[in-house]
């Protein structure tokens, strides 16, 4: 099983800011990761797959990047509507292999 | 516009069974890789199970033998029975549409496009 490990669990950052979140993949995965936001009461929501291709919708301060197994999702600049928990979500030779990081929440500084 | 409306949570006693359904309208489920995704109260993510445009049906391993995913066509709905319900199946399941693209080695890669809203499955006695 390919585990994925998300830092920092926990990242306070000020609106307007720049928030940088890791994900580690035991193993390479190649560029099929996904990153989903979750906020409270709610599904998560997809943002990114392909590592790097913002879905439907997603504005323009949302970026992935990496490869392999490093991989990074940046928001440029913060807004209120971007506090919430962030997952990774690898999907290389799924199904039936698909895992999830434990998750990254990005909190009001 | 895409829509999953999942029902059936509830409370249920350890070994007991319960059937979730998801109502999917905007596209047809039988077309399209469906999955059924868990979080246990303040934890995160779980992947359960996916049925195939196909057919084929894979499990994680915490649920297999015990959950069966499945569809109906014609009510363009998606399934989960599960059977001998533990403590630690509960949670919120969601379902989810999988979409693809094809990977630099060529193989189809599926990922979650769409989710429902989730229904809340309590196992206690």
């Known amino acids: 099983e390919i585990v994925m490990t998300q830092s920092p669990a926990t990242l306070s950052v000020s609106p307007g800011e720049r928030a940088t979140l890791s994900c580690r993949a035991s193993q390479s995965v190649s560029s099929n990761l996904a990153w989903y936001q979750q906020k409270p009461g709610q599904a998560p929501r997809l943002l990114i797959y392909g590592a790097s291709t913002r879905a439907t919708g997603i504005p323009a301060r949302f970026s992935g990047s990496g490869s392999g197994t490093e991989f990074t999702l940046t928001i440029s600049s913060l807004q209120s509507e971007d506090f919430a928990v962030y997952y990774c979500q690898q999907y290389n030779n799924w199904p039936p292999l698909l895992t999830f990081g434990g998750g990254t929440k990005v909190e009001i500084k | 516009e895409v829509q999953l409306v999942e029902s059936g949570g509830g409370l249920i006693q350890p070994g007991g069974s319960l059937r979730l359904s998801c109502a999917a309208s905007?596209?047809?489920?039988?077309?399209?890789?469906m999955s059924w995704v868990r979080q246990a109260p303040g934890k995160g993510l779980e992947w359960v199970s996916v049925i195939y445009s196909g057919g084929s049906t894979y499990y994680a391993d915490s649920v297999k033998g015990r959950f069966t995913i499945s569809r109906d066509n014609s009510k363009n709905t998606l399934y989960l029975q599960m059977n001998s319900l533990r403590a630690e199946d509960t949670a919120v399941y969601y379902c989810a549409k999988a979409s693809y693209y094809y990977d630099s080695s060529g193989y189809a890669a599926y990922y979650f496009d769409y989710w429902g809203q989730g229904t809340l499955v309590t196992v206690s006695s």
């Open positions: 905007g596209f047809t489920v039988s077309s399209n890789y």
